[in-house]
Each structure stands twice: as structure tokens, then as C-alpha cells.
């Protein structure tokens, strides 16, 4: 089953991109689905996470800028990006938890083994 990311880019400080996600192997109403991102020489970090009830949740360092959301018809996952710094420059990748669990740990854990192939993102200043 592939998880395809799109939609990165290059932008400047205070910008904004939109992240696409497309699973179609994936039943988004009976899975968690959420956003990691890894710099170089960095950990991997959860960013968004949204769950089978369209419960959100977000890391620290995003609230108030990233918006999660999902299209189960279309199988699509979507991650709004305002106000961009440098510090969110990384390649950002989609990941699918099954069940009814959800949260950023959890997804950020689960994308040691279920991932796309990531879509960068670079925030000049």
C-alpha cells in the first residue's frame, strides 16, 4: 500500500504551502493519519495527527499555523502550512496508524514502518 506525498516547495519566512497526502489503500475513516517531518542530522518529529473521528491534534511547535484535514471519499489527506519559519524547513512525510488510537506520538512512532516517500519543504528568510 503506498502513501503519496506532494505539494512541498520553497517559500519565504511567513509564507505558506499546502501538503497533500493520497493512500488509496488506505480506509481513512477507520485509521489514524498524520504528519512527521526530519531535518538533517535531526529526529524525526510528529507534527499532526487526525484520527477516524476527525479529532485533530498537533505538536507544541505548530499550533495556531498547521491545519489537518481529511477527505475520506477521496482518501486525501492535507496538511495547511501558514506562516512558515526556517525552523519548519524538513522533508515531511505522511503516515497511516490502524485503529482507533490517535495521537502525534502515535504517528510519529508508527512512521518508523509506515510512510510515504516524503515532499520537502525548504523556508528561506
Known amino acids: 500500500v503506498q502513501l503519496v506525498e506532494s505539494g512541498g516547495g520553497s517559500v519565504q519566512t511567513g509564507g505558506s504551502l499546502r501538503l497533500s497526502c493520497v493512500a488509496p489503500g488506505y480506509t481513512y475513516n477507520s485509521h489514524c493519519m498524520g504528519w512527521i517531518r526530519q531535518a538533517p542530522g535531526k529526529e524525526r518529529e510528529g507534527v499532526a495527527a487526525?484520527?477516524?473521528?476527525?479529532?485533530?491534534a498537533y505538536a507544541d511547535s505548530v499550533k495556531g499555523r498547521f491545519t489537518i484535514s481529511k477527505d475520506n471519499g477521496k482518501n486525501t489527506l492535507s496538511l495547511q502550512m501558514n506562516n512558515l519559519n526556517t525552523e519548519d524547513t524538513a522533508m515531511y512525510y505522511c503516515?497511516?496508524?490502524?485503529?482507533?488510537?490517535?495521537?502525534?506520538?502515535?504517528?510519529?512512532?508508527?512512521?518508523?514502518?509506515?510512510r510515504g516517500q516524503g515532499t520537502q519543504v525548504t523556508v528561506s528568510s
Open positions: 487526525i484520527g477516524s473521528d476527525a479529532g485533530t
Open positions: 503516515v497511516a496508524v490502524p485503529g482507533s488510537l490517535c495521537s502525534v506520538a502515535l504517528v510519529e512512532y508508527w512512521s518508523r514502518t509506515v
